[in-house]
């Protein structure tokens, strides 16, 4: 028998806290949850993963899942985890990034699926654009205390200076209700009962149940559950999420296939046990043995492999895994010459980014560009003639990954993509010549 929604989260590490009488509800009936998402930006990027990942299962376990833009929230900021104000957005931009982020989802969630518990996408802005400053403090800033508000720790962090706080605006303090509103609407239209996010939402969500329980007093049925996940750590304590470029982004522009598939495959091995769990869909049987595998022979670095294979696949393709699974495995090709030749040129960019690159012109090539000039007199690459001299004499110089003395001539044989040539220094060192 297949595990329910609840142990699946379980077993893989994705279950935080947890309100009672929520495991009850999800094994009773088909139910209908929501996760809110930020439009702080126009993409997602694998922080965001977690919660999309999240109503996959949720289907997966015949449950219905709603994923909630906050074109209205996003014009407050959430101040949860945060020790100053957000800067406000306008709403043109809000207007783009909500399109971003819903073009994003649609590729995890079939929106337009005919399934009873099809996925649902909807947008806070919605149904609190024409709500009046009076009405909302009539109906809902009156069921809600101060006292209970000021409870939360993203707002007593905030209150008490804690972590370089500067206090907190009305506008962001009123966030937590207009959240809280979001899961009464939806509650109320759709009978949602179910919010489900990272455990530093914990508060807002709690805030949600109680608004849904006291909007709707003498109901016998009016109850709301709340669910979330953990944050995701690394094991070294640093931020996860992040390479030394920024974000890692869900959507190729915005971070390449290839340093997608890096990131993944460059994972520690404790983090990767632990993320293997979390951001694939793969069984506990196959994850067991595939742990007990890596362990016997962590050199091959299997788990990381598999990890960045099923998490590319999920958020982009099998093809565009292949391909980044090439070009990762190009620099220790025996053929580096005629694989490199298979790249195109932005996944050529991506494998060498960060090298050192020097431009030459095409004249330069014509009667073949020799070896002292390609490494110091044209580049710079080495300090001097002198030093290109006798690394040649060494036997450490190589273009396109073939070893070359002093007497070889770079010519338009050698140009990869018409316009680059790949030169190393020993093994540790490589440079870039770009015709131009």
């Known amino acids: 028998m297949a595990n329910t929604f609840v142990e699946e989260l379980r077993w893989r590490g994705m279950l935080h806290d947890i309100m009672p009488g929520t495991e009850e509800q999800l094994n009773k009936e088909m139910t209908t949850a929501y996760i809110g998402f930020d439009p702080t930006s126009d993409s997602l990027h694998i922080g965001s993963l977690v919660p999309i990942i999240l109503l996959v299962h949720l289907e997966k376990a015949g449950h219905k899942p709603v994923a909630l833009v906050g074109g ?16 406000l957005l306008d709403e043109v931009a809000l207007a783009h990034n909500v399109a971003g982020i819903k073009s994003v989802l649609s590729r995890f969630l ?42 939360k720790d993203s707002v007593k962090k905030r209150f008490s200076g804690e972590e370089g706080s500067v206090g907190m605006s009305f506008t962001e303090f009123t966030y937590q209700l207009i959240q809280g509103y979001d899961f009464h609407h939806l509650y109320k239209t759709m009978d949602c009962k ?10 807002n969500i709690t805030t949600g149940t109680e608004l849904v329980r006291r909007m709707h007093e003498g109901e016998d049925q009016a109850k709301a559950y709340a669910m979330t ?14 390479s030394e470029g920024g974000n890692i982004w869900l959507d190729k522009d915005k971070t390449s296939v290839y340093k997608f598939y890096q990131f993944w495959l460059n994972t520690t091995d404790v983090d990767a046990e632990k993320y293997i769990k979390i951001f694939t869909f793969l069984s506990k049987n196959e994850i067991e043995d595939l742990i007990k595998e890596h362990k016997e022979t962590p050199h091959l670095r299997l788990l990381q492999k598999r990890l960045a294979k099923e998490v590319t696949i999920f958020v982009h393709s099998e093809n ?42 095409k004249a330069d090539l014509e009667e073949g560009l020799d070896m002292i000039a390609a490494l110091a007199a044209k580049t710079n690459f080495l300090a001097s003639n002198g030093e290109a001299r006798r690394a040649l004499k060494e036997n450490s110089i190589s273009v ?32 870039i010549i770009k015709v131009v």
Do not use: H
């Open 229 to 242: 996940c953990p944050l995701i750590t690394k094991a070294d304590g640093s931020k996860f999420g992040k």
């Open 194 to 203: 179910l919010q489900m996010g990272g455990s530093d939402q914990w508060g």
């Open 72 to 87: 209205a929230t996003g014009m407050i900021g959430d101040p949860s985890g945060k020790s100053d104000e957000r800067n």
């Open 320 to 361: 565009d895994f292949l391909n980044a699974e090439k070009a990762s495995g190009i620099l220790f090709s025996k053929t580096f010459n005629e694989d490199i030749r298979t790249l195109d040129e932005s996944l050529f960019l991506d494998v060498f980014e960060g090298v050192s690159q020097a431009e030459v012109s």
């Open 400 to 431: 396109n990954k073939e070893k070359v003395n002093d007497t070889y001539l770079i010519t338009n044989k050698d140009l990869i993509n018409g316009k680059y040539v790949v030169l190393n220094k020993g093994k540790k060192n490589t440079y």
């Open 110 to 151: 079939d929106f337009e699926s005919s399934n009873k518990n099809a996925p649902v996408l909807v947008n806070n802005y919605d149904w609190m654009k024409d709500f009046s400053f009076i009405d909302f403090a009539r109906d809902v800033g009156k069921r809600i205390t101060v006292n209970y508000m000021m409870a």
